[in-house]
């Protein structure tokens, strides 16, 4: 074995290639189902029901940095990141709070609802920041990390191309995600998207909760689990002392570390941007038949959100255990990110290790799929079909699938700029670019829905306010990074302060443009916001509300949070 390369037998890639049946026959299925309606083709009729919309949504949030990265970060830092998978709750607030404005509305599309809300501009705003971010960050890194991670695993790494010659399986494990996954999206639609994260999701789960589990038994259960990590099993990690240089709390200006504080501060908005206003995920909840399903699918999402935690973070320092002790084949882990390789090829059986690369792969297409959809329908919905108003839904569908192979062939052109960078620095970059868009854009919505005195032109203020502030830190950041640019002290301590931090204040800011442009411009007219805003409901619209949840409902959001509070407090 070569260190990270899983050791496949046959009944191993018989599962694998079950798995690529089950593929084909849903896309087949799909496409003898026409999809007639750009309702049909982006939204899947709008008839989906809260298994499919939560499976949907966990598979979507899961990747290649999960499957493998996460394993690593266990082996590494320990529960360090486990406060990033621990956004349960924010799936609920998804489900209580924002869905029922979002589906009174009747929107395809978030930035939709924000011209609804605001104007017309701030939705263009909100649609191009978008589908810039998804074209640049996370459609060519999802191809770049399925690929490397795909080569990595099977551990090849060159091929003879008939008429090539020696390839990087690289380009061949690129060309092929893309294609697998670019024709079954391209065919069906959100409906294919739904049906095949229907049946990756259980795949995701599967094998990594029987690495848990015999690795729990391997190493001797969680005290040997909690002996073997004492350094790092702790969710809170201690804040760094004060800095020589300026006299501040040194976590404070650290650009790159992640004291709990800051994550605590900071998770809850960078998640709130992600989980309830994004494309990506809300068009899942989008689809829903009607409020019920859509609220019980994000509480089911909750429920899946939970397990990262145990199944890649805990397997990875069950790994660091099973170095500790000695076991046969561990010895060679050099690095943490060997810790998934190295679990699945010597705790699993054959057949087992062909499950958990079938999940890997659907990790892959899973996210890749949930982007092509997105990114087609904020193209066709928020520029097209407002350019071209005339056009027919046949013809808007057809936009559609022309929209989602174009991102295929953009996300495809830029992974050579991306192999320019290393590993480290690509994922950093784009953990910061996250930071420094996402808090105006959940401002923007979280200040809109709480009150009608919010004025439609303040969203707009607003979000390019944020934006703007974000993307000067990110420019001066990158060039002082990259060419050691030496910047006065006032300029560099906007570049210093750590980036959790950064992205609270930036928040705050957002939030403050917000109010103080409301108190000086028109309110919007309450019959055009109406049902818009938690202040601007009818009592119809309460009643209708209240009749979407039960007792059940209320339970199973409440062991949700249980379940969060039981973490912190066990990993304390």
């Known amino acids: 074995m070569n260190g990270s390369a899983l050791q496949f037998g046959a009944l191993d890639w018989v599962v694998v290639g079950l798995y690529f049946a089950a593929i084909a026959a849903i896309a087949v299925w799909v496409a003898l189902t026409r999809e007639r309606t750009t309702t049909d083709y982006f939204l899947a009729s709008r008839n989906t029901g809260w298994f499919l919309i939560g499976a949907s949504i966990f598979a979507s949030n899961i990747g290649a ?80 990390a399925g690929a490397i991670t795909i080569k990595t695993i099977l551990g090849i790494d060159t091929i003879f191309v008939p008429g090539v010659g020696a390839t990087d399986f690289f380009w061949v494990a690129a060309l092929g995600l893309v294609v ?25 789960l599967i094998g990594s909760v029987v690495i848990l589990i015999v690795g729990l038994d391997r ?15 702790s969710i809170w990690r201690p804040l760094s002392t004060t800095s020589e240089t300026t006299g501040f709390p040194g976590f404070l200006f650290d650009p790159s570390d992640t004291p709990w504080l800051g994550v605590m501060l900071a998770s809850p908005i960078l998640g709130l941007w992600y989980w309830c206003t994004d494309q990506y995920i809300v068009q899942r909840v989008l689809t829903a038949r009607n409020l019920q399903q859509a609220r019980r699918g994000a509480i089911f999402a909750g429920y899946l959100k939970l397990f990262p935690v145990f199944i890649f973070l805990i397997p990875g320092m069950i790994a660091i255990a099973l170095q500790k002790q000695g076991a046969p084949g561990f010895a060679e882990m050099t690095s943490p990110d060997q810790a998934f390789p190295m679990l699945v090829s010597y705790l699993l059986p054959e057949g087992l290790r062909g499950l958990v690369l079938a ?15 997105s990114t087609s329908i904020l193209f066709t919905i928020d520029f097209y079909k407002r350019v071209r108003p005339q056009s027919s839904e046949a013809h808007l569908v057809a936009v559609g699938r022309l929209a989602t192979l174009v991102v295929v062939g953009l996300g495809m052109a ?16 784009l953990q910061l670019v996250q930071s420094l868009i996402a808090p105006a854009i959940a401002a923007v919505f979280l200040l809109g829905i709480a009150s009608r005195a919010v004025s439609p032109v303040s969203g707009l203020v607003g979000l390019i306010a944020g934006f703007l502030v974000g993307m000067t830190r990110l420019f001066l950041q990158t060039t002082h990074d990259f060419t050691g640019a030496v910047y006065p002290p006032v300029i560099q301590a906007f570049v210093d302060i750590n980036w959790l931090y950064f992205a609270v204040l930036l928040f705050v800011f957002t939030c403050v443009v917000i109010l103080v442009v409301s108190a000086f411009t028109p309110k919007a007219d309450p019959a055009r916001i109406a049902g818009l805003t938690r202040d601007t409901l009818s009592p119809e619209q ?26 912190y407090v066990y990993f304390w």
């Open 414 to 429: 830029w992974i050579p700029v991306l192999l320019q960078l290393s590993g480290g620095q690509l994922y950093a970059a």
């Open 542 to 567: 309460r009643a209708e509300v209240r009749a979407s949840y039960g007792v059940w409902d209320i339970v199973h959001s409440c062991v949700i949070l249980a379940i969060i509070a039981g973490v």
């Open 219 to 233: 190493i001797g259960g969680m005290e040997a689990l909690r002996a073997a990590n004492a350094e790092t099993i």
């Open 180 to 204: 697998i996954t670019g024709v079954y999206t391209i065919i069906g639609g959100m409906k294919a998207v739904l049906w095949t994260e229907g049946l990756q999701a259980p795949l995701l």
């Open 359 to 373: 999940g890997l792969l659907a990790a892959l297409m899973s996210s890749l799929a949930s982007l092509f959809n």
């Open 65 to 144: 940095e999960h499957l493998v990265g996460l394993a690593g970060s266990g082996a590494g830092s320990g529960m360090a990141y486990a406060h990033w998978e621990l956004h349960s709750y924010l799936c609920v607030m998804l489900g209580w709070i924002f869905a029922p404005f979002y589906l009174r509305s009747n929107i395809f599309t978030t930035p939709e609802f924000l011209e609804k809300r605001y104007t017309p501009a701030t939705r263009t705003t909100l649609a191009l920041i978008f589908l810039v971010s998804y074209i640049l960050t996370k459609a060519s890194v999802t191809i770049y």
